[in-house]
């Protein structure tokens, strides 16, 4: 399946086109919309399409504008301009853009699956070539050797800029900045090669006049350049996550990036690198993590259904975490005989114990309720039923991470919780976006987008469209609100737009899920 994001101020133009592809039965599934670019750019940027296809002329930021954006932030999105405007300007600035498919109003179905069909063929032929990398695909092998010893030494030692640059225009490397911040890639067990790694960086990064990179070892490290220091971060978060997706869409690997410290001087760069080292190995796989954030206290989600020792989970769980935790724990030690009573009074136990022992680590006060729990009658009462055990390991931790975040002094767990509520109290409002949280935060974009989907399991997009079906399910069950209505009253300009996302999280139009809810026939 290949996720497609439609841009067009035409809401009879979005709605046709998913009518084409939904009466088609087609590989293609419609990830989101807009009317208009300056909608859609954050809205991809979280959904991350395998192809976009656009409008031009529409207002705030057209097309093109849109299609130059996501050509520097995200270049593996393939694009198709759907136009009206038979223009030859807009043909060959489009072509200078790199779009696949230039397709003119109206479309038939034939003609848009025969340009998607296109597309396709393109992504399945990167896709096979990072798996046949060959020499051609990287850069001269003596340059690159002599690149990559330059850039290691200057995370090693301490070179001064007089040093640096010269050695620097001898590569044709340009190292001027006022502020530099330095990445470690770690890429996790699979079946890519070193050399197909080596390959996708390279084209994922080569038109990034603002990031060098090189090989150390089995990582990868990236030296970022900017003029100040929100920009540099800026753009570490945003070359972390484009490396993490594509290495998962294309090579079917994990990827980890630690973000350093951001510096001032060529000098300081080991120190970056020293703190990109240290954020990469407070890391789950899959993550990306900032030296900022590891100060911050906070760290990504674990995946909770893996190997991960008891302790390591309780360092790092979150609210959102305990049911998912205790589901893994516990497992299916639901029966009463008294090999399964003394299983669960074990695992329970093991959960206190190691409550206490990394609160008293922190030297942070025990709570009441893990206190009552040393006394064994207590915890044999409790594992009579398997609902009793959940019951008592559910509240034994909420005051675990109370304590423990009080005394760490997570700031992220708060800024995530006025996110939330920020949503909760906005989410009827259209133009609510992952831009106006983050600043409502006072995080930027793309470090908002990081720390919420590594969070909370879910990126933005995903969690306020749920949040609004959610609450529209609410409306459809509890009053006889028109379905016109509800669709204004939670956030959506266009009542079409609602029905299909109602249906593809529901299983079901709203009108059936009405019904259903109030046993009608």
């Given at each position: ?182 990445c470690c890639v770690q890429f996790h067990a699979s079946g890519a090669s070193h050399q197909q790694l080596r390959v996708l960086l390279g084209s994922l990064l080569e038109q990034r ?95 909770f259904s893996a190997a991960i020792p008891l302790a390591e989970r309780l360092r790092h769980v979150s609210a959102e975490d305990l049911d998912n935790l205790l589901e893994n724990h ?34 942070a006060e025990l709570p009441t309720v893990l206190r009552d729990a040393g006394d064994n009658a207590h915890l044999m009462e409790a594992v009579a039923t398997y609902e009793g055990t ?132």
């Amino acid at each position: 399946m290949y996720n497609l994001f439609i841009v067009d101020d035409e809401e009879i133009v979005r709605k046709g086109i998913r009518e084409l592809l939904e009466n088609a039965d087609s590989q293609y599934a419609i990830c989101g919309e807009a009317p208009d670019g300056e909608l859609a750019l954050p809205m991809i940027q979280e959904l991350k399409p395998d192809i976009l296809l656009t409008d031009i002329r529409m207002p705030f930021i057209d097309g093109l504008e849109l299609c130059e954006i996501i050509r520097k932030k995200m270049p593996w999105v393939h694009i198709l301009i759907l136009s009206g405007h038979d223009e030859f300007e807009y043909a060959r600035k489009a072509v200078s853009l790199g779009i696949d498919e230039y397709i003119l109003k109206p479309v038939t179905l034939p003609q848009l699956l025969g340009s998607l069909g296109k597309t396709v063929q393109k992504i399945e032929e990167e896709r096979a070539a990072y798996f046949s990398a060959h020499a051609g695909g990287l850069p001269s092998q003596d340059r690159m050797i002599l690149v990559e010893h330059f850039l290691n030494s200057l995370l090693d030692t301490s070179l001064s800029a007089a040093d640096a640059y010269p050695r620097a225009e001898q590569l044709g490397l340009s190292l001027s900045a006022r502020k530099y911040v330095v990445c470690c890639v770690q890429f996790h067990a699979s079946g890519a090669s070193h050399q197909q790694l080596r390959v996708l960086l390279g084209s994922l990064l080569e038109q990034r006049a603002d990031i060098l990179w090189s090989a150390r070892g089995e990582r990868f490290v990236l030296l970022i350049k900017a003029q100040e220091t929100e920009a540099a971060l800026e753009a570490a978060y945003e070359a972390a996550q484009i490396l993490r997706h594509e290495t998962e869409r294309l090579l079917q690997t994990a990827c980890s990036v630690g973000i350093g410290t951001v510096v001032s001087r060529i000098g300081e760069l080991p120190e970056s690198y020293r703190q990109a080292k240290r954020s990469l190995s407070s890391l789950p796989g899959g993550s990306i993590l900032s030296a900022s954030d590891l100060d911050n206290g906070f760290v990504p989600r674990f995946d909770f259904s893996a190997a991960i020792p008891l302790a390591e989970r309780l360092r790092h769980v979150s609210a959102e975490d305990l049911d998912n935790l205790l589901e893994n724990h516990f497992g299916t030690v639901r029966d009463t005989d008294q090999s399964s009573l003394l299983y669960r009074y074990y695992l329970l136990a093991d959960l206190v114990v190691s409550s206490m022992r990394l609160l008293r680590g922190l030297d942070a006060e025990l709570p009441t309720v893990l206190r009552d729990a040393g006394d064994n009658a207590h915890l044999m009462e409790a594992v009579a039923t398997y609902e009793g055990t959940l019951g008592l390991a559910h509240s034994l931790l909420e005051a675990f991470i109370e304590a423990r975040d009080r005394k760490q002094g997570v700031r992220y767990g708060q800024e995530l919780r006025r996110a939330k509520e920020y949503i909760r109290e906005h989410y009827g409002d259209n133009a609510l976006s992952l831009n106006t949280v983050a600043a409502e935060v006072g995080f930027s974009p793309n470090h908002f987008s990081t720390v919420f989907s590594q969070q909370m399991g879910q990126t933005f997009v995903e969690y306020l469209t749920r949040f609004r079906v959610e609450e529209s399910k609410r409306l459809l069950r509890e009053t006889d609100t028109r379905l016109a209505d509800i669709a204004y009253a939670i956030g959506y300009s266009e009542p079409h737009y609602f029905s299909y996302i109602f249906k593809k999280y529901a299983g079901v139009s709203p009108s059936t899920y009405r019904k259903q809810a109030r046993g009608e026939s």
